[in-house]
């Protein structure tokens, strides 16, 4: 059974904004409890102008998108040497525009047979024992194994073979599908443009072991 719309988001997503909203919650009380310690230090300090005052930091640079090739775009992440590495990105949504999961591919070099690397990332609330299962047009879909879960979401980290890469180049649609553990008895079918995959994938940075 496939789950679409308003059901899909209400089914994966309930969990996520529960868990986001207990996440601020927290965020505000140690606010709150910060500000409460800063009030008490700024007392015991003497009156001097820059007392209290935050000097800053260094801020770490953020990822960005370099270009984009058909439906995906080339992230990049800034490093010292300037010679800064770039991963394949794409944000998948459903028919009314919500985000429902992130595709994460990057090329890799002196690894056997996986030549390239991919991080999927779908929402809390997912059944993890069913796995995720992932095919490319109408071919036959391969189940993977969820490698973590965090606040932001659930991922699964797959190694992607040379003719299954080639698939992708020549394919139109890859198809990830899940399971909410809500609703065990449904699957949900997420798909993954490949329109401009082939240029994305040779403009990525190839990573060496």
Same mark, same amino acid.
């Given at each position: ?20 909203? $207990?996440?601020?919650? /927290? ?6 409890? &910060?500000?409460?310690? &800063? ?11 820059? /007392? ?5 930091? #260094?801020?770490?640079?953020? %990822? ?20 800064? %590495? ?6 998948? &949504?459903?028919?009314? =525009?919500? %985000? ?25 609330? @997912?059944?993890? &024992? #069913? ?27 797959? =190694?992607?073979? =040379? %003719? ?8 139109? #649609? ?8 809500? /609703? ?13 995959? @082939?240029?994305?994938? #040779? $403009? ?6």
């Amino acid at each position: 059974m496939q789950l679409h719309g308003d059901a899909m988001t209400k089914t994966l997503l309930h969990l996520s904004l529960a868990a986001m909203l $207990a996440l601020s919650t /927290a965020a505000g009380a140690q606010e709150a409890a &910060t500000e409460t310690g &800063t009030d008490s230090a700024a007392t015991a300090q003497d009156a001097s102008p820059a /007392a209290g005052l935050d000097t800053g930091r #260094e801020v770490s640079a953020q %990822p960005y998108i370099k270009e984009k090739h058909g439906d995906w775009s080339l992230r990049c992440f800034p490093n010292e040497a300037g010679d800064d %590495p770039c991963q394949m990105y794409q944000l998948l &949504t459903e028919s009314q =525009g919500n %985000p429902v999961a992130e595709v994460m591919l990057y090329r890799l070099e002196g690894t056997g047979n996986v030549v390239a690397g991919v991080t999927i990332a779908v929402p809390l609330g @997912t059944l993890l &024992t #069913e796995e995720i299962k992932l095919s490319v047009d109408d071919a036959k879909a391969k189940s993977y194994a969820f490698s973590y879960c965090t606040m932001g979401g659930c991922f699964s980290r797959i =190694g992607l073979t =040379g %003719p299954e890469i080639e698939a992708m180049k020549k394919g139109v #649609e890859a198809v990830i599908e899940i399971v909410p553990a809500q /609703a065990p008895d449904q699957v949900v079918r997420i798909g993954v443009s490949l329109k401009g995959f @082939t240029a994305a994938y #040779e $403009a990525a940075t190839t990573l060496k072991n």
